[in-house]
């Protein structure tokens, strides 16, 4: 495989076939000053106006309370961070928008208004908005004065969202579109003033948008939907009913409206990731705190080794799903600031930096979401009983959680996208697979190359995650050749082959960063980093070979599945290392702080 050369542009998907340094990537440990002072007024802002009114914010009694609390948060300048400051925001990059994202993240309810706002809410106006439009609504959105929403899903449009039928037909005197649809869990439906609708003119096949005030005549709106989780969130289902639609307010150009939603979406995914590394963080934190107070047997339970086991094990995955998230974010920073340089228009810089690393936010989506899962679960179980009272933190956190594997497109519809992106770009040739993959195939008929390791840190663990790779280039390019066009319809493999690759992304990003770190601090500094980031590989490499015989199953049959059940054997060793010890020594610095500690 090819080492990327120092400062050339990561191009995305390019993991799978390429060698990344730990110098070149970006890792929390590198937040600026200013960076950790804006999260730390997050925080607080969070415990003034959030954390003690949670009750109060689901119970929905009060309906101003809400957009009040955005309205505030606009005030401290949280709803326009990566918002340029003609419009009234802070002009920050996109990671620095990423950390606000992961600092809201332990909201609970208020993060998804919050997130809503500031992404589908106001994003659309900011990269697609003509220059009157971008004043009109941007600085008032900014500001908080006025609230976004999104009106994208329909009854019969979910995952497919071009199938939705809501109409818009040019008025006889040419200056409105009619709007006549339906729309459904609308976030922020409930009080947003700027509504971004997407319909189709006439009888285009394809959707366009639209910048839709609420005092629009022909709106009208369903209650409150009720909720398993996020209660304090506005969701409703919206009628437009002869609804009058000036029109300068088609946003975009027509016709445009489909591949906009995509774009909107690459971005939405890789917040929500870091919203969800926030609630991770957050219910791991209660978790310890949890266990350092409660005593069994005459101690307390944090002592326990199967506590501990938690403890360390959540850490890990959420500190690999932390690495990739921020590495992510600097890439996608990167390729923005050298199209501005090329001379792209900042709009559209903007949605090509993003959509080119679609990929890594498909993964981190997924990723981060079924870490925050996998922690409020964990959580639960720490606080046994009182984990599933109302009266303590973890039943909040745990139906609060599980909206994110549905949000922003399902983690199945999310998967299949991973795989299908990366297909396409390697037939557009924008990737090279078929190289690398044929490497993969001529190795498995050579003799295994047993010699001594090379040098370096961690590079044993480097070898493995090489090795993790070809894993996934060996069973994808046999099910190409043996399915072909058929592949497409076979989703359990193509699922498959999508796990393979998250894990592979994920745990190469948590090794990296604990080199880095290692780097940085020096090896008894870095320790702990280093025992996270092997304990996530250990179980990437066994969710690989799981899902990887899982997919060989599938398709492959004779000497083909004997030959590649042997390369998923050779490419999936990992040598022995003591995870017990490992999740102890994690568990016990984030009982000494009593808080998550990474």
Request: with cysteine.
């Amino acid at each position: 495989m090819e080492t990327i050369e120092k400062k050339r542009l990561v191009k995305g998907g390019e993991f799978l076939i390429s060698e990344m340094k730990a110098d070149e990537m970006f890792i929390p440990e590198e937040w600026s000053e200013e960076q950790k002072l804006m999260a730390e007024s997050g925080s607080d802002f969070l415990d003034k106006e959030v954390m003690n009114k949670l009750d109060e914010i689901d119970s929905q009694e009060d309906p101003e309370l809400m957009p009040g609390i955005l309205q505030k948060a606009g005030e401290m300048g949280f709803l326009g961070v990566s918002v340029p400051d003609e419009y009234g925001g802070f002009g920050m990059d996109f990671n620095t928008s990423m950390l606000i994202a992961e600092v809201m993240g332990r909201g609970y309810s208020f993060v998804v208004a919050f997130s809503a706002h500031t992404g589908i809410g106001t994003l659309p106006i900011l990269y697609y908005g003509n220059k009157e439009q971008k004043k009109k609504y941007l600085p008032k959105l900014v500001s908080g004065e006025w609230k976004g929403a999104y009106c994208l899903t329909e009854p019969d449009s979910g995952s497919d969202a071009n199938a939705a039928k809501t109409k818009a037909i040019l008025s006889e005197d040419g200056k409105h579109y009619i709007l006549n649809g339906q729309k459904m869990w609308t976030t922020n439906g409930g009080f947003a003033n700027v509504l971004t609708v997407f319909a189709k003119i006439d009888d285009d096949e394809m959707l366009s948008a639209f910048i839709v005030e609420n005092t629009y005549e022909g709106i009208t709106m369903n209650p409150e939907e009720h909720k398993m989780g996020i209660k304090g969130s506005s969701t409703r289902q919206i009628f437009f009913n002869d609804c009058r639609v000036p029109v300068e307010n088609l946003l975009g150009e027509r016709g445009k409206g489909f591949k906009m939603a995509l774009n909107i979406l690459n971005v939405g995914r890789i917040k929500l990731a870091a919203a969800a590394i926030g609630g991770s963080k957050s219910s791991i934190a209660l978790a310890v705190q949890y266990a350092n107070e409660r005593k069994q047997f005459g101690k307390t339970i944090g002592s326990f080794g199967a506590i501990k086991h938690k403890l360390g094990d959540v850490s890990a995955a959420i500190f690999a799903s932390e690495s990739a998230l921020y590495r992510t974010g600097q890439n996608i920073d990167n390729t923005f600031s050298t199209l501005l340089e090329e001379g792209m228009d900042y709009s559209q810089a903007k949605l090509k930096s993003a959509e080119e690393f679609a990929i890594e936010c498909a993964i981190l989506k997924v990723h981060g979401s079924e870490v925050l899962d996998y922690a409020v679960d964990e959580g639960v179980q720490i606080y046994g009983g009182m984990g599933f009272s109302t009266e303590a933190p973890m039943e909040r956190a745990y139906r609060d959680a599980r909206i994110n594997r549905i949000f922003e497109g399902t983690n199945e519809i999310n998967r299949l996208l991973t795989v299908s992106m990366l297909m396409r770009r390697a037939m557009k040739g924008q990737l090279d697979l078929v190289t690398p993959a044929m490497a993969v195939v001529k190795e498995l008929t050579s003799i295994p190359d047993f010699g001594g390791e090379e040098g370096g840190l961690l590079a044993k663990e480097k070898k493995v995650l090489n090795n993790l790779k070809k894993v996934g280039l060996m069973i994808s390019g046999a099910a190409i050749q043996k399915l072909q066009n058929k592949l497409i319809d076979e989703q359990e493999i193509i699922m498959a082959l999508s796990d393979m690759l998250i894990e592979g992304y994920v745990a190469e990003s948590a090794l990296l960063r604990a080199e880095r770190i290692i780097k940085m601090k020096g090896e008894e500094a870095g320790a702990l980093y280093k025992d996270l980031a092997i304990v996530y590989l250990h179980r990437a490499v066994e969710k690989s070979n799981l899902v990887g015989k899982e997919a060989i199953y599938a398709f492959a049959e004779g000497d083909e599945m004997r030959m590649m059940l042997m390369g998923l054997k050779r490419f999936t060793k990992i040598d022995p290392y003591n995870l017990k010890e490992a999740r102890r020594r994690i568990a016990d610095r984030l009982l000494e702080k009593n808080d998550y500690a990474f």
